[in-house]
């Protein structure tokens, strides 16, 4: 395995709310006491694993090498396999649901493991605390985890490098689309319902109440508004594929 990595992140749909990422969080020290955990992401795309996976390869290449422990899993318990994943020496951990597939469209080099471990405890529906996050925490610490390597995905093997879509809205109302800003010149324009938006590098840099496109700081092409909200002055974001013309 990698050097040894301290550094556990989180990636999940879990919400600040509620008991889920606390008990996530202790699971993991339980596994490893010296782990630092960070808690990156917790409000990914609800149960929309694609979506999600788009968000999760902008993340991920903010960081070296570190332990990413990733639960957006709609399907929890059933016959989706559960993962770890290597690229670049990181280390994804969660289930083949399609949250690995942009990860694998968009880097050369990448080992998919089926894990063979079993989930700690009787509950079917908590994998992030009942086997992800004990993975997670070996990894950290290069123990032994019985698993086997395969070949590919189960889920997302026909998708795209990048999303046409809006994949995330933030708390200011900004969209976040599943394109990165390399693959897109400044120059560009881009559609999105009945409108056409120009490329500005910043919010001052258009006039109050016009909707411009930026890249962010996750390296992601967004949608916002200077002094407003983009998900109010374009409602069916959800259902709109974003052309770049």
């Given at each position: 395995?990698?050097?040894?990595m ?5 990636f ?5 709310a509620g008991?889920y ?10 596994e490893s006491?010296?782990a ?6 917790s409000?990914?795309?609800a ?5 999600a ?10 960081f ?36 690995f597939?942009?990860l694998f ?36 610490k ?13 889920i ?9 879509e ?32 120009s ?7 258009v006039?109050?109440?016009?909707p ?5 700081s ?11 909200r983009?998900?109010?002055l374009?409602?069916e974001?959800r259902?709109?594929i974003?052309?770049?013309?």
């Amino acid at each position: 395995m990698a050097n040894q990595m301290n550094t556990i992140l989180t990636f999940t749909d879990f919400g600040s709310a509620g008991p889920y990422l606390g008990q996530m969080e202790a699971a993991i020290k339980r596994e490893s006491v010296s782990a630092s955990v960070i808690h990156l992401q917790s409000d990914a795309p609800a149960c929309d694993p694609k979506s999600a996976g788009y968000l999760l390869a902008a993340l991920a290449n903010q960081f070296d090498e570190a332990v990413f422990v990733c639960v957006v899993d709609p399907g929890v318990g059933s016959e989706r396999r559960p993962l770890v994943v290597e690229s670049q020496g990181q280390w994804f951990v969660g289930p083949d649901n399609g949250l690995f597939a942009a990860l694998f469209h968009q880097r050369s080099e990448m080992s998919i493991y089926q894990i063979l471990q079993q989930p700690r405890g009787e509950s079917q529906t908590f994998h992030g605390r009942d086997l992800f996050a004990s993975v997670a925490a070996k990894i950290s610490k290069k123990q032994f985890i019985a698993m086997k390597k395969i070949g590919k995905l189960d889920i997302g093997m026909a998708w795209s490098e990048d999303l046409h879509e809006i994949i995330y809205v933030d708390h200011f109302g900004n969209l976040f689309s599943g394109l990165r800003g390399l693959q897109v010149d400044c120059s560009a324009k881009i559609r999105i319902a009945d409108s056409l938006l120009s490329w500005a590098p910043r919010f001052d840099a258009v006039k109050r109440g016009v909707p411009f496109w930026y890249v962010n700081s996750c390296g992601l092409v967004e949608i916002a508004v200077n002094g407003g909200r983009a998900d109010l002055l374009f409602p069916e974001y959800r259902n709109e594929i974003i052309n770049i013309s």
